[in-house]
């Protein structure tokens, strides 16, 4: 009789965990970082001279609803993929329609993962930042946040362009708050104009990712150092369809476990 009220028991405790929505958890195991790049094919090959983008050994890529729903994660990883930024929100009031299935599905294939917010100019950079930490889990194991600022030349309801003044102070309160909250130190996105113009070069202890898909960082961003560099918006990466941006770390294998290491993402 003790026997089957201890069976009863055990069988009601496994119901109710099997009920309970649990985030997957990754492959066990310590990663072990490509000593030579994947070369991943392009729809609309740049003809590099000088360094090549397939001679850094990390790359990673990042994806929003655009990519579609029935990406094969683990093709991607065995592909070579070393990390995926996955878009989160825009603005103050706009979540990304896959954002919450990638988050998990990245997870669960064993890549490193990362949220990024795509900077709207019409909405204040504190009610964005509230927006993102609404939406994003604060996994200590995620890669650093990611700010998305560029033009939206394209967008339906907010073209303006602020001063480059205002532009860096809104970015300094979007970082901060992001920051706080997560306590890892958010990266900038952002693309040769946008740096340009509004001098970003003026802000201290960012990191950057840099956008550059006609010619090496150190040509569009003269002195400017980079942590990734996103080289292009064109390439076919295994187990997505269609067009993927592709992006490399900018040092070596030993030098992206040390970034990981520094960063608590990998310990």
């Given amino acids: ?121 019409c909405r204040p950079a504190a009610e964005q930042a509230r927006w993102f930490i609404k939406h994003v889990p604060n996994d200590a194991k995620m890669l650093p946040p990611v700010l998305d600022i560029e033009w939206t030349p394209y967008s339906p309801t907010c073209r303006i362009r602020p001063e480059p003044a205002r532009v860096r102070a809104e970015m300094k309160t979007f970082l901060q708050r992001v920051e706080r909250h997560y306590g890892k130190t958010p990266l900038v996105y952002t693309t040769p104009d946008f740096y340009h113009k509004n001098e970003l070069w003026r802000l201290q202890g960012v990191e950057f990712w840099l956008r550059s898909v006609a010619d090496h960082p150190h040509k569009r961003y003269p002195g400017r150092r980079w942590t990734f560099w996103q080289y292009t918006g064109t390439g076919i990466v295994p187990g997505i369809k269609g067009n993927t941006d592709i992006n490399v770390f900018a040092g070596t294998a030993q030098q992206w476990q040390a970034w990981l290491t520094a960063r608590g993402v990998m310990r």
């Fill in 1 to 121: 009789m003790r026997y089957f009220f201890f069976l009863i028991v055990l069988l009601l405790i496994a119901g109710c965990s099997a009920r309970r929505p649990v985030e997957p958890q990754a492959p066990v195991g310590i990663p072990v970082w490509p000593t030579k790049a994947p070369r991943f094919d392009d729809k609309d090959l740049f003809d590099w001279t000088g360094r090549k983008p397939w001679s850094y050994p990390i790359h990673g890529i990042d994806v929003a609803r655009y990519q579609g729903e029935d990406i094969d994660w683990p093709a991607v990883r065995r592909s070579g993929v070393s990390f995926a930024y996955i878009k989160a929100t825009e603005g103050g009031d706009h979540l990304d329609d896959l954002f919450k299935q990638n988050w998990l599905r990245v997870k669960r294939a064993g890549l490193l993962r990362g949220a990024y917010h795509y900077f709207y100019f």
